[in-house]
């Protein structure tokens, strides 16, 4: 039986978890393919029962389970803590020990919620894509980093380096998800600056030879940034390094308008780790406001990546997009005046679309 570590971590975190073990729930009954789902504990919440941000033990659970489905951490009461106490710090440690390498954000938007996208309905509508980001390597990690005095003066170093099997695998990563949807990789770099991506290209040119069935583009990241807002329908997947990914994913998601709506995964070899790219939303936390939706269709990713249950995947995000069409919102995607349901509401009607 599949081991699912669970870890709701705070404010929201609970609230939107809740929902989407609902319906981790239904469909691994309807289906008949049967899931162990276990709970612990991340963030503040752990902080405030074991003094660290995740414990030891927690780390192990994941490390036997075969995918962790992760709420969100953080909250004011912990802001003033060390940063290796911070809750956020969890975040770092659980994806450095699974091994999480590639950071997977998809941009879909949703017909229904068009109007939520700050970009003309004819150049947003039916965009789908999705960003594959090198997760543990480039100028976050790189060494020699930081800042020294010499001579009065102050210099600060970031180091962007890769090797060959780290740029190999992330791109594996990329392909094969094309390959399971229109089968289009933009790798984006600046090859005609910087001599490590220039290493990026010609790495992901030639593993292309593997992967013959998905077509491969090269963009600058600059150019990349542009085309986003120009013509995002173009685009597939964009596979790109830590830095530039973590800025144009960002930029991605805006195109859809809702942070509310977008799920994550982050994988590596055995494990991968699936999470809403928002956050624990102090300002709403307790209330049965939380829009659901990302973590639900996290839990889509879940399965369509860890479970390979690629039809089961579909039926949720078809679910979702079936309560959509049918005019229902929580209140961060409502228009003035429109009609608001709640957390545990936009539960109930996915579930009655399963
Ligand atoms: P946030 O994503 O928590 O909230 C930003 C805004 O979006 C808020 O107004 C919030 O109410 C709204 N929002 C977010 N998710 C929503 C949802 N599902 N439904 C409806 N509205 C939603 O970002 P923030 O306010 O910058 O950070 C709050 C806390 O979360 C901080 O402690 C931060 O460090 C932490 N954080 C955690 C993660 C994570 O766990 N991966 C990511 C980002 C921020």
Redesign the pocket.
């Known amino acids: 039986m599949e081991q699912i570590l669970i870890l709701p971590?705070?404010?929201?975190?609970p609230e939107?978890v809740e929902q989407a073990i609902r319906v981790l729930e239904k469909v691994s009954k309807l289906q008949k393919f049967p899931l162990s789902l276990e709970e612990g504990l991340i963030?503040g919440a752990s902080l405030d029962r074991h003094g660290v941000p995740i414990t030891e033990e927690t780390l192990q659970k994941a490390k036997r389970s075969r995918a962790v489905l992760?709420?969100?951490?953080?909250?004011?009461q912990?802001?003033d803590l060390p940063t290796d106490r911070r809750?956020?710090k969890a975040?770092l440690r659980i994806r450095k020990e699974l091994g999480c390498f590639a950071n997977l954000r998809p941009a879909k938007l949703y017909g229904a919620l068009i109007d939520s996208s700050p970009l003309r309905p004819e150049i947003v509508s039916g965009v789908d894509l999705l960003v594959v980001r090198e997760l543990t390597g480039g100028l976050y990690f790189g060494e020699p980093r930081g800042v020294e005095r010499r001579d009065g003066i102050e210099r600060g170093v970031n180091t962007l380096v890769y090797t060959t099997p780290e740029i190999e695998r992330v791109a594996r990563v990329a392909f094969e998800a094309a390959s399971q949807r229109r089968k289009k990789v933009t790798s984006v770099d600046k090859a005609n600056v910087l001599e490590t991506t220039a290493l990026w290209r010609r790495v992901v040119t030639d593993l292309h030879q593997e992967y013959r069935d998905v077509s491969l583009h090269h963009l600058y990241v600059d150019n990349c940034a542009m085309q986003l807002i120009q013509n995002p329908k173009q685009f597939d997947v964009i596979l790109t390094e830590n830095l530039f990914g973590d800025i144009l994913s960002d930029e991605a998601a805006m195109l859809t308008g809702s942070?509310?709506m977008l799920p994550s995964a982050s994988m590596g070899g055995e494990h991968a780790i699936y999470?809403?790219?928002?956050?624990?939303?102090?300002?709403?936390a307790g209330q049965g406001?939380?829009?659901?939706l990302?973590?639900i269709l996290s839990v889509a990713m879940l399965l369509r990546y860890s479970l390979r249950q690629e039809g089961v995947a579909d039926t949720i995000e078809k679910a979702v997009e079936k309560v959509l069409n049918e005019g229902y919102r929580?209140?961060?995607l409502a228009r003035p005046g429109a009609a608001v349901v709640g957390t545990a509401k936009m539960g109930d009607l996915v579930l009655g679309h399963l």
């Open positions: 971590g705070d404010g929201i975190g939107v963030g992760l709420g969100a951490v953080g909250g004011p912990w802001d809750p956020e975040l942070i509310g999470e809403p790219v928002h956050g624990s939303a102090p300002d709403i406001k939380a829009n659901p990302a973590t929580t209140a961060d």
